[in-house]
C-alpha cells in the first residue's frame, strides 16, 4: 500500500504522461461532457491543477487503476482548476483534486483530496 507521501513523490518525479497512459483525458467544455455521457461509458471528471501535488497523487492511482480491465472503458475529462471558473460553478466543484464520476447523466458520486487508491477505485466503481 502507497502512503501518502510515497504517492507525492512518485508524482512529482515521474512525467505525467508516463503516468495516465491508460485513461487520457479531454479538456472540459460542456459539449465534451454531455457527448462523454451520451456515448454510455463511465465518466471521470478531474478538476486538477498544475501545482496541486494532491492532484499529481492522484493522477498516479487513477494511471493503476486506468490499467485494470474494468476501468479501461472511462471517458477522462480534466477541468483547470485555475482557468475554467465557469466549469467549476457548473459542477459545484469548490476545490482542485475534486474527482466525478457519472453514469449516464447522473452524478453517481464525488470525492474530494482524496489520494488512498482504495476510496478512488471505489468511487470509480460506482460509475460502471
Known amino acids: 500500500m502507497f502512503t501518502r507521501r510515497t504517492l507525492?513523490?512518485?508524482a512529482l518525479a515521474?512525467?505525467?504522461a508516463a503516468v495516465l497512459p491508460a485513461i487520457a483525458a479531454s479538456?472540459?467544455?460542456p459539449e465534451v461532457l454531455a457527448e462523454a455521457q451520451k456515448s454510455?461509458?463511465?465518466v471521470l471528471?478531474?478538476?486538477t491543477a498544475p501545482w496541486c501535488p494532491t492532484c499529481k497523487a492522484?493522477?498516479?492511482v487513477l494511471g493503476e487503476l486506468g490499467k485494470q480491465a474494468r476501468f479501461k472503458d472511462f471517458v477522462k475529462i480534466e477541468v483547470d482548476f485555475d482557468t475554467q471558473k465557469d466549469a467549476l460553478r457548473t459542477l459545484k466543484a469548490t476545490t482542485q483534486s475534486t474527482l466525478i464520476?457519472?453514469?449516464g447523466n447522473k452524478e453517481m458520486g464525488?470525492?474530494?483530496g482524496e489520494t488512498k487508491k482504495e476510496a478512488i477505485e471505489a468511487l470509480l466503481a460506482k460509475a460502471l
Do not use: C, T
Request: positive net charge; hydrophobic residues 45%.
Open 27 to 29: 479538456k472540459y467544455s
Open 40 to 42: 454510455g461509458k463511465p
Open 14 to 16: 515521474l512525467p505525467i
Open 110 to 112: 464525488r470525492l474530494a
Open 58 to 60: 492522484q493522477k498516479v
Open 45 to 47: 471528471v478531474d478538476v
Open 8 to 10: 507525492v513523490a512518485l
Open 101 to 103: 464520476v457519472y453514469k
